[in-house]
């Protein structure tokens, strides 16, 4: 597809030339590709042939997609690159041409609908998603879908539907859960957008362990479908490999839907481009009270913070008093009452079709009902969001790591008193995560990017957390950071290749 007329930038050609030394369009940024498209140097259809190949190569090892949609989505491409050159009057659109992998449990209309579990086997979606709509409205192209753990319960992703997904960084590990399918195609290069969404961490670890961004945003920000779009602890959300392709996707994502009615309104439209963060006050907050920390997580977090010091803000260590008794009070009375319980129904009706850390997490969840109810959720989070407030208060965002240790091996299930890794017990599996506390205060958005690598051959993450609804402010700190610290997906490991 090539014209006199317009001609790229430098920076166009400059990053065509890492492509060339990385030998894969598939690591283009959806950003860049956008603009591609429109100086005719790159045709939507040569970006998803592109993508396809890497995935028919990938996907033996990492396992990504639930569903592969690739001559559908070739027909589309088509038709993408018919509106860039002009044809039939149609202007390109957002997102128009990029290939977007869904998450499976945001349904899609006449495609399963099953969230990984056997018991859902053959359920057909009548109608689509909100995610997927605008998806498509914006001119998205869904070429896959992608897997998660089975009923997006766990921080892992494997099934006794799908099997193990694998994280490209070290196929020994997994991209975290529960939209790890997602995060996983990204990093393997098998698409350039992903959909997520967020109950307790499921955009968040994922994007660390797979060293992709990925955007929690404030409960209402993003429509959901219902029931569980009334659960303040959930939402939905972008994944993808920069700051600024996710603010492009978020910018789609984000407004009201009469489909959900806690979707908040006028539409918050985030800028593409941010003042530097001289003067910004940024608390760091390494333990989030008392979570044990990886010293590999815990440098990295740190290294992040001395950039953004060195970058002109004012970075200073606090101390947060979160003990894990309020945690725990108010994840055991939530869950157990909303989502715990919906898992328990299943179970009763379908308990051997269900995975082994399906029926542990019901039998949990009855236990836990036993032991906190709704009530003693709701006192003891207005008492972990009073104790944020405070810590934040007279700053402008915090940072602390996204998990407490740089990954779990595929396919565990994180059974037992401590998490097992290289034969060494680390820390208990409920607080391997550090994102709980976020979808608690559930008003603050959060973006996780890059932090680093750990030894263990994938990247680690950082949470930058908000006022609540002040999601301008954590996308001017991540895009900092990628300024500082830069992530290139030219270190991803040679198998990829």
């Given at each position: ?87 039939g009057g149609l202007r390109p659109r957002p997102l128009e041409g990029i290939p977007v992998a869904a998450k499976e449990k945001h349904a899609l209309r006449g495609r399963s609908l099953t969230e990984g579990s056997l018991a ?116 939905d959300g972008p994944l993808g490999r920069t700051v600024d392709d996710v603010i492009a996707f978020q910018n789609v994502l984000a407004g009201p839907d009469p489909r959900d009615h806690t979707t908040i309104g006028p539409k ?230």
């Amino acid at each position: 597809m090539n014209t006199a007329e317009p001609q790229p930038s430098p920076d166009d050609l400059d990053h065509l030339g890492r492509l060339g030394r990385l030998g894969h369009l598939g690591y283009l940024s959806a950003t860049d590709a956008l603009r591609l498209f429109a100086a005719r140097e790159l045709s939507p259809v040569e970006l998803m042939r592109a993508v396809i190949e890497r995935a028919e190569k990938t996907e033996p090892t990492v396992n990504a997609f639930s569903e592969r949609l690739f001559d559908e989505a070739l027909d589309q491409a088509r038709n993408a690159e018919d509106r860039y050159l002009g044809k039939g009057g149609l202007r390109p659109r957002p997102l128009e041409g990029i290939p977007v992998a869904a998450k499976e449990k945001h349904a899609l209309r006449g495609r399963s609908l099953t969230e990984g579990s056997l018991a859902n086997e053959g359920t057909v979606a009548d109608a689509n998603h909100p995610v997927v709509d605008r998806i498509l409205d914006a001119g998205g192209i869904i070429h896959a879908r992608t897997t998660t753990p089975e009923f997006s319960i766990a921080t892992f992703t494997h099934s006794r539907m799908w099997g193990i997904t694998r994280n490209p960084w070290n196929p020994e590990f997994t991209p975290g859960g529960s939209s790890g399918g997602s995060a996983a195609s990204l990093a393997a290069g098998t698409s350039l957008l992903a959909s997520a969404s967020d109950i307790g961490g499921s955009t968040r670890i994922p994007a660390a362990f797979t060293g992709t961004v990925g955007f929690k945003a404030p409960y209402g920000r993003n429509p959901g479908l219902g029931p569980i779009a009334a659960d303040h602890y959930r939402g939905d959300g972008p994944l993808g490999r920069t700051v600024d392709d996710v603010i492009a996707f978020q910018n789609v994502l984000a407004g009201p839907d009469p489909r959900d009615h806690t979707t908040i309104g006028p539409k918050l439209t985030l800028p593409t481009a941010y003042e530097d963060v001289a003067g910004l006050r940024v608390a760091l907050c390494v333990r989030l009270g008392e979570y044990e920390v990886h010293p590999e997580v815990e440098a990295n977090t740190r290294a992040a913070a001395q950039a953004l010091a060195d970058a002109g803000a004012r970075v200073e260590e606090i101390i947060l008093p979160w003990t894990r008794v309020d945690l725990l009070t108010a994840i055991a009375g939530h869950f157990s009452t909303t989502l715990g319980a919906a898992v328990e129904e299943t179970a009763e009706r379908h308990r051997e079709l269900l995975s082994s850390y399906t029926l542990a997490y019901a039998d949990l969840m009855k236990y836990a009902r036993t032991q906190a109810s709704y009530l003693d959720a709701l006192r003891a989070e207005h008492r972990l969001q009073q104790q944020l407030a405070t810590a934040m208060t007279g700053y402008d965002a915090l940072i602390c790591p996204t998990t407490a240790i740089p990954g779990w091996h595929a396919g565990d299930d994180l059974a037992g008193e401590k998490a097992i890794v290289h034969g060494e017990e680390t820390v208990e599996p409920l607080w391997s995560a550090m994102t709980l506390p976020f979808n608690i205060n559930n008003r603050c958005p959060v973006l996780n990017v890059p932090s680093g690598t750990s030894s263990w051959g994938i990247p680690t993450g950082l949470q930058i957390v908000g006022h609540p609804y002040d999601d301008p402010t954590v996308f001017r700190v991540g895009k900092a950071l990628e300024v500082v610290r830069p992530w290139a997906y030219d270190e991803v490991r040679a198998w990829l290749r």
